[in-house]
């Protein structure tokens, strides 16, 4: 919106200097101006002229074509020769939500040294089509020529749904691909389906610090985009798919305005705790920074990772790189044990795909237990060393 003053009408009466609420509009030679850092479009000056002297423009509101769209695209993730997990988690939900649409599945992946034993996985994940876009441009992440990539390859293949990884890079390229297109966005979403009947992206993802999980819809734009969280969708292959590859390197352009030197790996001695098939994680349950060290010990003993949730880490008990949950990392591991944990909604985001989850607390009605496989209900200062006694043994 606009707002603009006419200067033929404005008689330097005042009364839209009264009614502005913002102080935003001074009179200077017996005409009205407005200082436009501090007005904010309300329209009260407006209502308030009789003399018909300032016009409130508001833009017209667009609206896509709904019926130009059909599809689901995966923005894939090809990172230091590999692509990253994620990729294949997002396809394979894909393939599941276009099924119950009657549409096909794309892939756009962007790198250098793309292989066909990685293609033909994302086929085997679920999609019929591969856009590829290989080229020594691409090695390195450059958000503005990525954006321009995607933005571009999307306007001319026009799928009705967008997914791609909420990871680092994910969270950098595709808020300026979704403000090119016109469209909206949902981020860190821990659940996708369809509204059959509307052809509508119903986008699961915690709201108001995670006490409530809010379901987002897209009515009136396209695509409808969303960004996922690692290790929350689950990867299905079929060796028997076979699919399509479309080779759009020429599209690259070199970017303008930035030029990646030189990138710088962080290092890290802890390791990931999100590539981790066991995890052992201490909440605020453990009690103090001291504690953590008997979870640590269970955890090299069965081979696995140290977590914790963001209470232990705000105490200053544990390092944030070990926190699990909404704003932490997202874990999928074989065997996820929470010690002392209580198991708000905000940390459960990020471990309820766990496959198999073992719960110690001396709270019956923690939280925890409504997903966990197993629950001990005691204390586990108690629990954990007789864990590592029987473990030593064997």
Partial sequence: MSLEIIKDKCVGCGLCKTACAYDAICLIDKLAVIDFNKCVLCGACVDSCKFDAIILRKEEKFVSNLNEYSGIMVIGEHRDGALHPVTYELVSKARVLADNLGISVSCLIIGFGLTEGQVQKVIHAGAEKVFKVDSPECK???????????????????????????????????????VSLKTGLTADCTELSIDSERRLLLQTRPAFGGNIMATIICPHHRPQISTVRPKVMKISFDEKRRGEVIDRSSAVQVSRLMKVLETVKEESTTGNIADADIIVSGGRGVGKP?????????????????????????AGWISYSHQVGQTGKTVGPKLYIACGISGAIQHQVGMRGSDYIV???????????????LGIVGDLHEVIPEFIKILERS
């Fill in 290 to 314: 001291e504690n953590f060290q008997q979870l640590d010990r269970l955890a090299k003993l069965l081979n696995g990772a140290l977590g914790a949730s963001r209470a232990a880490v705000d």
């Fill in 359 to 373: 719960a110690i607390n001396k709270d019956s009605t923690a939280p925890i237990f409504d997903i966990a496989d």
């Fill in 140 to 178: 390195y992440f450059n958000d503005e020529l990525y954006a321009n990539l995607v933005s571009a390859i999307i306007r001319s293949e026009k799928p009705e749904i967008v997914l791609t990884g909420a990871t680092a890079e994910g969270r950098a390229l595709i808020p300026l691909v979704a």
